[in-house]
């Protein structure tokens, strides 16, 4: 038995087929993982995502602290609210992971990372921050559902009181206010507007109760993942990790170099390849022929394996099986991918493969 979120028993509830996902028990789709994603793209879902990691910091020398952390700049976080996507890099320049950063004040900031790096993250944080002197304070009474699609802002709006509404609908994209004890986010992993709400642990189920009530439906994590690989979106562990620069993960607008001064972790392995070419890059690839495309298959040109696929599925508004891969720079045009014996052509392209809820690609 793994960790269970606030929303554990609704997930049950609702049908959810429910799998082990980083040592959380967590709902893979509630019946069909399509009509799910469709949902998302056409209307609005919602998805438990409360087993991320929240960590709080706080200190006088806080910002100095993430100015070294963090591969972007926190410097550009001025505004209450104002959130910034970025990497935590190692020494040698391999992603430790990727997160997104608040600003609060001056003396407070806050964190969101992964789940399935929680152990190792909170590790590096605290090594580096009581250097800083700045605390590290891990959220554990508090539960987040991410409302995405092209109705989930309006959807929320009807369900806040009206000061949480007049907040909300102020943001701008990657803002975040905190209202009668809501955090809201404007943020998320599909590609399509909406909000990451966070709200106590204990007000979580009703939360939920009522966004289901207005027809926004529950989405699991098989279309999460199909929803963010339609939309481009990285995913830890497969198309970066501490063996993989973001410069070859397609991250390398995430890496803020000026000023010049600053040295955060990192940087001078990275330096070298700034502006060099780089050995290795990170395409779209579309198969056109029936199959699905799935981590780990090999990448052929001329006969020769050239990389792999590092992530990949059936993509529902192409109609067709999608990937990220790894490949060598001067890779382009055709690829042959390798699955169950058989060498299927593949078009190479550059993600995303769907924008504002439309194919890119046809």
Not at 70 to 77: P, W
Not at 220 to 231: F, H, Q, S
Not at 309 to 331: E, M, N, Q
Request: hydrophobic share 40%; glycine share 8%.
């Amino acid at each position: 038995m793994g960790a269970k979120t606030a929303l554990y028993q609704e997930h049950l509830n609702l049908g959810a087929k429910v799998v082990d996902f980083a040592g959380w028990d967590m709902p893979l789709h509630y019946g069909s993982q399509v009509e799910e994603h469709y949902k998302v793209r056409g209307d609005a879902g919602m998805f438990d995502v409360s087993h991320m990691t929240f960590v709080d910091l706080k200190g006088e020398r806080v910002r100095e602290f993430l100015r070294y952390l963090l591969a972007n700049n926190v410097d550009r976080l001025k505004s209450p609210g104002r959130a910034l996507y970025t990497c935590m890099l190692n020494e040698q320049g391999g992603v430790v992971d990727d997160l997104i950063v608040y600003y609060f004040d001056e003396t407070y900031f806050r964190m969101v990372v992964n789940a399935a790096t929680h152990d190792k993250d909170m590790v590096w944080i605290e090594r580096h921050a009581v250097i800083f002197d700045v605390s590290v304070t891990e959220l554990t009474d508090v539960a987040l559902l991410a409302v995405q699609g092209p109705e989930a802002r309006n959807k929320v709006h009807d369900l806040l009181s009206p000061a949480q509404r007049e907040k909300a609908e102020a943001l701008a994209p990657f803002n975040a206010v905190e209202s009668e004890g809501f955090f809201i986010s404007r943020t998320g992993y599909t590609g399509e507007d909406g909000y990451e709400v966070m709200v106590p642990a204990d007000q979580a189920v009703d939360f939920w109760r009522r966004l289901h009530k207005i027809g926004v439906h529950p989405v699991g994590l098989g279309a999460r993942d199909t929803l963010r690989l339609e939309a481009g979106m990285d995913l830890y562990s497969a198309e970066m990790d501490e063996e993989t620069s973001p410069l070859e993960a397609g991250l390398k607008w995430t890496v803020a170099w000026e000023p010049q001064d600053r040295n955060f972790i990192g940087r001078a392995a990275l330096e070298p390849q700034y502006n060099a070419i780089p050995a290795r890059k990170l395409v779209g690839l579309i198969l056109d022929d029936r199959g699905v495309l799935r981590g780990h298959q090999r990448v052929i040109v001329d006969g020769q394996v050239v990389g792999e696929v590092t992530s990949g599925s059936f993509s529902p508004t192409l109609g067709k099986a999608i990937a990220f891969a790894r490949v060598p720079y001067d890779v382009s045009g055709q690829v042959l991918v390798e699955m169950r014996g058989k060498q299927l052509p593949a078009r190479v392209v550059k993600p995303p493969f769907v924008r504002h809820g439309k194919a890119c690609f046809e």
